[in-house]
């Protein structure tokens, strides 16, 4: 019978460059603290002011996105919400996949569709607009001639 010898608790693994799992750690809880101001003045604002969930309609999500402080409210949300996921997610593959090969194929495939959704989403926030394919017979086609939009 052979003795490992175990390293003492608090025994840092490495001891140079950047800690990226402390780095990680640290994202983890400032980024749950802001998701939860975010996700709560988000609900707050589309269910408890005005008429409440019986106002929520495309109109209503068109004038919040045609609002640069909603824009940016809603990007930094989605942003947040999706690294703080996918960390959440390499940690777990990081935790329970033994094969290395496999869990680094799992961790790249995470980012990535991390980083595409992200792309996407940012995309659609900042580039939404109400009038595109508006016909006459539309309820927006008012709204969208006074505007210059469609015509």
């Given at each position: 019978?052979?003795?490992q010898n175990i390293d003492a608790p608090r025994t840092p693994a490495r001891t140079k460059g950047s800690n990226l799992e402390k780095w990680g750690w640290i994202y983890m809880r400032v980024s749950g603290?802001?998701?939860i101001v975010l996700i709560f003045g988000h609900l707050f604002v589309n269910l408890?002011?005005?008429d409440g969930i019986s106002a929520i309609d495309f109109a209503f999500v068109a004038g919040k996105l045609a609002n640069p402080f909603?824009?940016?409210w809603d990007v930094a949300m989605l942003w947040l919400a999706?690294?703080?996921g996918s960390n959440g997610m390499r940690t777990i593959v990081n935790d329970y996949v033994l094969n290395k090969a496999v869990q680094k194929t799992?961790?790249?495939v995470i980012w990535i569709v991390a980083a595409l959704m992200i792309l996407?989403?940012?995309l659609v926030v900042f580039t939404f607009d109400p009038c595109l394919g508006v016909t006459e017979t539309s309820t927006l086609w008012d709204a969208c001639v006074a505007e210059g939009a469609v015509g």
């Open positions: 019978m052979s003795v603290v802001l998701l408890m002011i005005g909603w824009q940016w999706f690294i703080h799992l961790v790249w996407l989403g940012t």
